[in-house]
């Protein structure tokens, strides 16, 4: 009696095996189920945790074929090294130095207007500014300037550096820049009212930053607007400074002012 063999399909009607892909971190995939799609920040025994655009986290199973790649239906896999992945990049875009301590702190400083700032600039920039041994100060406004850098008295070994809000042409804050003139201080700015701004909106969630009336309070505005919380902009704040995980999360206006005023401090942009 002939033998026939157990599959009687023919070959190219035989399903094609699913790939399997390490779930690196990074790494961009779909769960088709719920049309969730966003990168890979976890993966532990027999899940895997993806995070979206939005900041939005979810976890799932690592079951075959239960995910999308690229249009492409894969199986997820723990990585072969479980070992925590050493960042090789800083929040700023800057490489990273592995076991790099905080240098002893410079004579100079970098001034910036708010409490806001200052924690933006510190989690954004915070690594570099340690390894470099920059101190970041906040001042409560600029109305006082001239008096305050005066005060700091800047010099070759102790230069000065300032971060201005709405430093735009023919602004009070312009006009309170234009008045500083030492050659060891440098004072710069972004065109946002208020440093809230400089966080790109896809960072929120938000179609953009809404349009305040003149002579309202701007943060109440925005928040009113926004459907925020308007009694409490300190816990709103927090809530925004949470969604920004890097440079990448923030406006170029700002982005180069921040970089510049590192490098003058530092030396590194010239005199």
Known sequence: MR???????????KPKPVPEVPAEPGLVVEEPGTGFCGAVIRCEAGTVTLEDRFRK??????????????????????????????????????????????RVARAGRIYVEGRHDAELVEKVWGDD??????????????????????????????????????????TKEWRIAQSV????????????????????????????????????????????????????TGAVWQAILARVGSYKDLEPELLGRVEELIDFVTGSGGA
């Open 3 to 13: 033998q026939y063999p157990a599959d009687l399909n023919p070959p190219w009607k």
């Open 57 to 102: 986290h979810r976890v799932f199973p690592l079951e075959p074929g239960g995910f999308l790649l690229e249009g492409r239906v894969v199986t997820l896999v723990r990585p072969a090294s479980s070992a925590p992945v050493r960042p090789t990049r800083t929040a700023s875009g800057s490489v990273a130095v592995p076991g790099a301590r905080a």
């Open 129 to 170: 500014l340690r390894v470099e041994g920059v101190v970041v100060e906040y001042l409560e406004g600029v109305d006082d300037l001239p008096a305050v850098v005066a005060e700091f008295g800047p010099g070759p070994d102790a230069r000065l550096g300032v971060l201005v809000d709405h430093l735009v042409p023919g």
């Open 181 to 232: 003139t030492s050659e060891h201080a440098l004072v710069v700015g972004h065109p946002y009212i208020d440093i809230w701004e400089a966080v790109k909106p896809s960072a929120l969630g938000i179609p953009g930053w809404p349009q305040v009336p003149h002579g309202q309070d701007w943060k109440t505005g925005v928040c009113r607007a926004l459907g925020w919380p308007s009694d409490n």
